[in-house]
Nanobody
Framework: QVKVVESGGGLVQAGGSLRLSCAAVETIFSINDMNWYRQTPGRQREFVASCSTDGTTNYAGSVKGRFTISRDNAKNTVYLQMSSLKPEDTALYYC?????????WGQGTQVTVSS
């Protein structure tokens, strides 16, 4: 199994910034891609950003140019730097970690952007 722990959510005004962190701990499996998703009530979970082991990144169109994903392979940690935040970025943000055994999810961290 893999334990996925997110942190860094909170309340921020529109135009502000937040940095989310996610660590894959207590794992015996090799870590592959590390991803961020988000979900709001009544809607499906949506992809936000991904980062492969070689640093290749991919972003949803709605966050491209405002969010930056990065990772520290030595620490099995991925970060999401969010800037120019908008009220529509308000959501529960989930970390998703790919391993040789499968994908694992964290419990989520709430991001709320006030207008």
């Amino acid at each position: 199994q893999v334990k996925v722990v997110e942190s860094g959510g909170g309340l921020v005004q529109a135009g502000g910034s937040l940095r989310l962190s996610c660590a894959a701990v207590e794992t015996i499996f090799s870590i592959n891609d590390m991803n961020w998703y988000r979900q709001t009530p009544g809607r499906q979970r949506e992809f936000v950003a991904s980062c492969s082991t070689d640093g290749t990144t991919n972003y949803a169109g709605s966050v491209k140019g405002r969010f930056t994903i990065s990772r520290d392979n030595a620490k099995n940690t991925v970060y999401l730097q969010m800037s120019s935040l908008k009220p529509e970025d308000t959501a529960l943000y989930y970390c998703n970690v790919g391993t040789s055994y499968g994908y694992f999810w964290g419990q989520g961290t709430q991001v709320t952007v006030s207008s």
